[in-house]
């Protein structure tokens, strides 16, 4: 009698644990499916900050171009006042 009280806890403390796996194997597979959210999530970031990239090169050159038009406007005024005052 004693034998079936001891594998009858046996087999309890069996279930216990098969319980106790199953439930971690669960939060497992749901770490993993947070895994691929980040991963898609990680992916849409790089893509965006490529494309910003791009457009912060765009302003810059178009900055650049201001830039020398601003200064080519104020040299040729500058080079127009001189060329009529002194000449």
């Known amino acids: 009698m004693a034998q079936y009280d001891d594998t009858t806890k046996l087999l309890m ?3 216990k644990d098969v319980a106790a796996t199953k439930t971690k194997v669960e939060n497992i597979e749901e770490k ?3 895994v691929d959210d980040i991963g898609d999530k990680a992916d849409k970031a790089l893509a965006k900050s490529i494309e910003v990239e791009h457009e912060i090169g765009r302003v810059t050159q178009i900055q650049n171009w201001v830039i020398g038009v601003l200064v080519s406007g ?3 005024t500058l ?3 001189v060329a009529e005052k002194f000449l």
């Open 13 to 15: 403390d069996i279930q």
């Open 32 to 34: 993993l499916n947070q």
């Open 74 to 76: 104020v040299l040729f």
């Open 79 to 81: 080079l127009v006042y």
